[in-house]
């Protein structure tokens, strides 16, 4: 990223995902439930607007024994094993979320006492920090990591990121479709095998925005829909224009566009949808800008020339939508930036974590990964409230360091929830006290070879107090 040592090589060395076994199909019942309660025209008209105007199918959901926490160290656990490490080899678990599960202790140390139980070691000296800032908190977590190497402060040979979340809206809301549950978890170290991030070259932005936010006591976010889209945005086009300033000079290619610098753009994706509207920005700012595409964009779209763009929203909404349906974008678009899309329309928002599965998914359906090696990847990380962060790395062999894994479990052994069900489980469990003191509720699939939320600590006396601590543990197949 950036600060630190150029000459220390530090990147992503494996990846890995996980998401809940229960998903709810949004073509099936739910809609027909729903298309009436959202006052649509019809059932036919809710599903064209849920998969093709947001771009999801289907939404994962977390069962009752799962957590921002279970799913994190799942994650871990997966990661771990597929790179073949020795987890007391990690001296950090950096985790960025925004569904925290304790108002105080990180989520990283439940992580660290499950890993200890899962593998049988010891890692009483890890660190175990937690970034909070919507969306975005695990790519601060990811800066961190990769600084502390950078700066020659790294005490072990891989550092834990883990993005978790699980995303909650309002049932009947408008926001309802774009929920979601899952945990990506990346080991950083020197000499990565699967990617190397790019020095001295990233570009952060940071606003006092109100686009969207989760008072405390609310267990859904507050958001201002249209609003939190102009923000992202806007953040995403300054960060993009910092960035090239510095890659422009550190890569040495003065003048280049984004799209020349960057073979893969991976977007913040709180719907697949957005990646497309972000990409229309980044590209239309680019293209505008370099005088050679200027006969191309008159043709195409030529609102994106008009001196009102700047001034006036709704020439650059008709710019932008323009630009959409032209050729130059399309095959920019389908080549660059589809192929990160795959998981996100079947696993839905997965908050911080969304990002990194479109890097998963690329890897996914790379036809051939062993082709990515030398390619660079742009990243458009975005946080609400808000902050947007562009960085980039390049893929050194991901045929050796990534291992498949995220459409096998989504095409093998996945169980579909009827509406009564997801409602129950959305809903929570029943109690007469606080909500974070009630037991977990009864789950849907049983916990088999996964971590679980077995209990809530109901003790507070002299003897022992632990009122409200989350006993985690693993279940065996």
């Known amino acids: 990223m950036q600060n630190g040592s150029s000459s220390r090589t530090v990147g992503i060395d494996a990846i890995a995902v996980h998401v809940p076994r229960l998903y709810l199909d949004l073509r099936d019942e739910w809609a027909r439930v729903r298309a009436p309660e959202l006052g649509e025209a019809s059932v036919e008209q809710l599903v064209g607007k849920v998969t093709k105007g947001v771009g999801v199918t289907e939404m994962a959901v977390p069962d009752a024994h799962e957590d921002s926490a279970t799913l994190a160290a799942m994650a871990a656990v997966?990661?771990?094993?597929?790179?073949?490490i020795d987890p007391r080899d990690v001296g950090t678990i950096a985790v960025g979320t925004e569904t925290t599960v304790d108002q105080s202790k990180s989520i990283g140390a439940y992580v660290l006492g499950m890993i200890e139980e899962h593998f049988g070691v010891e890692l009483r000296r890890v660190g175990a920090p937690q970034f909070q800032f919507a969306c975005i908190g695990a790519t601060y977590a990811?800066?961190?990591?990769?600084?502390?190497?950078?700066?020659?402060?790294?005490?072990?040979?891989?550092?834990?990121?883990?993005a978790t979340d699980v995303s909650k809206y309002p049932l009947k809301s408008a926001g309802e479709y774009t929920q979601g549950a899952g945990a990506v978890a990346m080991l950083v170290s020197e000499s990565p095998r699967l990617l190397a991030l790019d020095a001295r070259v990233a570009g952060t932005i940071t606003r006092d925005e109100r686009d969207f936010f989760r008072p405390n006591g609310l267990s859904t976010a507050v958001v201002d829909g249209k609003y939190s889209i102009d923000v992202y945005l806007g953040a995403i086009a300054e960060a993009t224009e910092m960035y090239l300033e510095r890659a422009r000079a550190e890569l040495g290619r003065p003048g280049a566009r984004i799209d020349e610098l960057a073979d893969h753009l991976l977007f913040h994706v709180p719907f697949p949808r957005m990646s497309e509207y972000a990409a229309l920005r980044v590209l239309g700012e680019a293209w505008r800008a370099d005088g050679s595409l200027r006969a191309a964009l008159a043709a195409a779209a030529p609102q994106l020339l008009s001196p009102e763009l700047e001034r006036d929203p709704a020439v650059r909404k008709e710019a932008e939508k323009a630009l959409a349906k032209s050729v130059i974008f399309r095959e920019c678009y389908e080549r660059r930036i589809e192929p990160s899309l795959a998981l996100s329309r079947r696993i839905g928002n997965i908050y911080s974590g969304s990002m990194?599965?479109?890097?998963?998914?690329?890897?996914?359906?790379?036809?051939?990964?062993?082709?990515?090696?030398?390619?660079?990847?742009?990243?458009?990380?975005?946080?609400?409230?808000?902050?947007?962060?562009?960085?980039?790395g390049v893929f050194v062999d991901p045929q050796r360091a990534y291992v498949p894994h995220v459409t096998q479990a989504l095409d093998g052994a996945r169980v579909p929830l009827d509406v009564a069900t997801y409602e129950?489980?959305?809903?929570?469990?029943?109690?007469?006290?606080?909500?974070s003191l009630a037991q977990p509720g009864k789950s849907v699939l049983p916990p088999a070879g996964e971590f679980a939320l077995a209990r809530i600590g109901t003790d507070q006396g002299p003897a022992r107090t632990d009122l409200g601590y989350r006993y985690y543990e693993w279940v065996a197949s």
């Open 78 to 84: 997966k990661a771990i094993t597929h790179a073949g």
């Open 142 to 162: 990811l800066e961190s990591a990769v600084n502390a190497f950078r700066a020659g402060e790294a005490t072990k040979p891989y550092s834990l990121v883990i």
């Open 356 to 392: 990194y599965l479109a890097l998963a998914s690329l890897l996914e359906t790379a036809a051939d990964r062993a082709a990515l090696a030398g390619s660079r990847a742009a990243f458009f990380s975005y946080g609400s409230g808000a902050s947007a962060r562009v960085f980039s």
């Open 424 to 435: 129950r489980l959305h809903a929570g469990p029943s109690s007469d006290g606080p909500p």
